[in-house]
Every structure is written in structure tokens, then in C-alpha cells.
């Protein structure tokens, strides 16, 4: 549920982007059978990331977006996202908590879902997920066989846990 708007806008002209309710199932990633495309690098820090809301600052090459993200219960959390000045989001990354977090983004389709691959690097490196979005909890979809097991309910997994708690620092 939600809508999405052309990031291309100006930023004076862009306004709420999503608001919704978020569904997403998170996965660990095994192989590299989903490297298609060029990826997008992201910067995204949290202005409380032990709280909720979450406040995130993300900047993605040319946009950025600031996030209030709810607490999730299961894979579904409230979400809204506005597109803000990059040199806004700049200035606002230096007030965040704990290490940035730093990951390259593919997006692989798979037929009217899309699947977003996270690498991070940083403090996390060694880390990659994949996410896919859902229209509801029960929807049905199909794996690849890239994707192992699923870190949906860890939070630990949670952009938000990596900034206080990097991937570096987990005895595995």
C-alpha cells in the first residue's frame, strides 16, 4: 500500500514519497547469481537508532531521502519517506549515531517483484542481504536460488542494529 513518486523532481517539488505500511522478507545471500546490472551505492546513518521510530538519513548518488520507520511487528512496520536536499542530508549524516552504513544496491526483477541486494562494505563487510517487498505477509513468491536463509525476525539484520552493533563485531 503506498505510492512512490519520481525521485527526478526538484527537490522543491518533491513531497511525501511513501506512506505506508512496510512489508518485507529479508534473506541471508549465497552465490553471486544475482550480480545483474550496475549497483547504486548508499550512505545511510540513523539519528536515533535505538529508538522508534527509527530516523534514517540516506543518501543514494544524486537523492536522498529521510525515513521514519516504526517498530516492526513481524515483517511489517509504518514507513514514511521524503526526498530531501543531497547537501541537507549531507550535513545530517555527520549528526548520526554510531558507523554509517555503506552497502552497494542491485536490484534484480523477478517478475512483478523486485529483489534488492545489499553489500555492504565498512564495518559490515562480509554482509550481504537480499529484501524483497511485499503487497501483504501471505503473498506468495518464488526464490532464486541465490537466496539462503531467511534473517527476516533477527534484528540484528536491521540497517538500524548494524549502526550500533557492525557486522565485524559478531561472533560467528
Known amino acids: 500500500m503506498g ?47 535505538d529508538k522508534h521510530p527509527t530516523v ?34 549531507l550535513e ?7 558507523p554509517l552504513i555503506e552497502k552497494h544496491r542491485w536490484l534484480v526483477p523477478q517478475g512483478k517483484l523486485t529483489w534488492e541486494i545489499d553489500v555492504f562494505s565498512g564495518e559490515n563487510d562480509g554482509l550481504i542481504v537480499a529484501e524483497i517487498e511485499l503487497e501483504g505477509e501471505t ?12 534473517v527476516t525476525s533477527d534484528s540484528r539484520y536491521f540497517n538500524s542494529s548494524l549502526s550500533l552493533a557492525p557486522f565485524s563485531t559478531w561472533i560467528l
Open 139 to 150: 503473498q506468495a513468491f518464488e526464490k532464486p536460488d541465490w537466496v539462503g536463509a531467511e
Open 56 to 89: 534514517r538519513v540516506r543518501v543514494m548518488g544524486d537523492k536522498a531521502l529521510l525515513t521514519v520507520k516504526g517498530l516492526s511487528v513481524g515483517m511489517s512496520r509504518a514507513e514514511y519517506e521524503y526526498a530531501i536536499p543531497v547537501s541537507d542530508a
Open 92 to 98: 545530517m549524516l555527520k549528526l548520526c549515531e554510531g
Open 3 to 49: 505510492c512512490r513518486v519520481d525521485l527526478s523532481a526538484s527537490p522543491s517539488q518533491q513531497k511525501l514519497i511513501y506512506v505506508a505500511l512496510e512489508i518485507e522478507r529479508k534473506f541471508l545471500v549465497i552465490g553471486d547469481g544475482w550480480k545483474i546490472g550496475k549497483p547504486t551505492l548508499y550512505i545511510q546513518g540513523y539519528l536515533n537508532p
